[in-house]
């Protein structure tokens, strides 16, 4: 059974997720920032077992609200837990007044947040060298 938990910390399992995912998998160096003291975490499990997880926090614009570091254990991918999260995200930037989110995707994962409503604004950028876009959804 699949159950999400949103904390306003950084769970340790929610941080091994993005170790793995990010830093293990992908290379990233600077996968842990200053947003993570202030964002909220939102953690998705399998019984009892943390299988993905994302952070959002407050964007720049009224209503805004920024979903970011999305992961998924490798193990797990490719069984629409990534949509889930996103879905949970939604939800919680709804019970707290957001209008629209916004985010800044791998370009190669823009097609994902496509499916998902998500619409791409802007040219690609490079962030750590990896080409990403922003995405907005209302």
């Known amino acids: 059974m699949f159950y999400t938990e949103i904390t306003d910390y950084l769970p340790p399992q929610t941080q091994a997720i993005r170790q793995e995912v990010f830093m293990g998998e992908q290379g990233f160096s600077y996968e842990f920032d200053e947003t993570d ?4 975490h939102l953690t998705l499990y399998e019984d009892s077992k943390a299988v993905g997880c994302c952070r959002l926090f407050p964007g720049e614009g009224p209503g805004a609200w920024h979903v970011g570091r999305v992961a998924v254990k490798r193990e797990y ?6 949509a889930r999260i996103m879905e949970g995200a939604e939800q919680a930037a709804r019970e707290r007044g957001g209008l629209y989110m916004e985010l800044s ?3 190669r994962a823009a097609g994902f947040y496509r499916r998902l ?3 791409q604004e802007g040219e690609e950028y490079l962030d750590e060298h990896c080409p990403h876009v922003y995405m907005r959804k209302q």
Do not use: E, M, P, S
């Open 37 to 40: 003291n202030t964002a909220l």
């Open 77 to 82: 991918r490719d069984k629409g837990l990534g």
């Open 105 to 107: 995707a791998q370009a």
């Open 117 to 119: 409503g998500y619409v």
